[in-house]
């Protein structure tokens, strides 16, 4: 799969308002320490990628996931159906790029409650559009996930929500369009 470097150069004022059906999560992008991160998901968000996906993955205690592409044309029954059949293939999309890691050279790469994180295959340069919000400090994926947001408002917002519900929608404040 391509390699993809974002023509988006984030400024380190960016911060995504992630609406959901259970309620609004702002997060303050870390542009200056992840800034591929930051600007593929300021371009896939400005382009409308996120809106209508569902979160495809709970794991109580550690992480919310979504983003995956495979969830658009699901409601959110078909998603909790699938959410623990490996053959769904619910976990496996992407926006049909990667984009290279950056958890080696973030000095700010921690897991903390609330943190925003790319998911990844078990190649480190394999993150796409799929990301985390951490349900609690996760440092045990600091050497391995880079981390690219700290939720600023909402955390409990992230701390109601389960596989099946929607993300309506992630617009980006203070992004240069």
Excluded: W
């Amino acid at each position: 799969m391509a390699m993809y470097t974002p023509e988006y150069q984030p400024t380190g004022n960016e911060v995504a308002i992630i609406e959901t059906s259970k309620g609004t999560i702002r997060v303050q992008l870390a542009g200056e320490d992840a800034p591929i991160h930051v600007g593929n998901f300021v371009e896939l968000s400005n382009k409308g990628f996120y809106n209508g996906l569902k979160f495809h993955r709970f794991v109580p205690g550690f992480v919310i996931q979504g983003g995956d592409p495979n969830t658009r044309e699901l409601d959110s029954e078909q998603v909790i159906a699938g959410a623990d059949n490996p053959y769904s293939g619910l976990g496996t999309g992407g926006p049909g790029y990667t984009i290279k890691e950056e958890f080696t050279t973030n000095p700010n790469n921690r897991h903390e409650d609330g943190a925003l994180a790319m998911a990844r295959s078990q190649d480190p340069n394999s993150a796409g559009s799929q990301f985390y919000l951490c349900l609690g400090p996760q440092y045990g994926l600091d050497s391995g996930y880079t981390v690219f947001g700290q939720t600023v408002e909402g955390i409990d917002v992230i701390g109601k929500l389960r596989v099946g519900d929607e993300i309506v929608s992630i617009s980006i404040e203070g992004a240069n369009a």
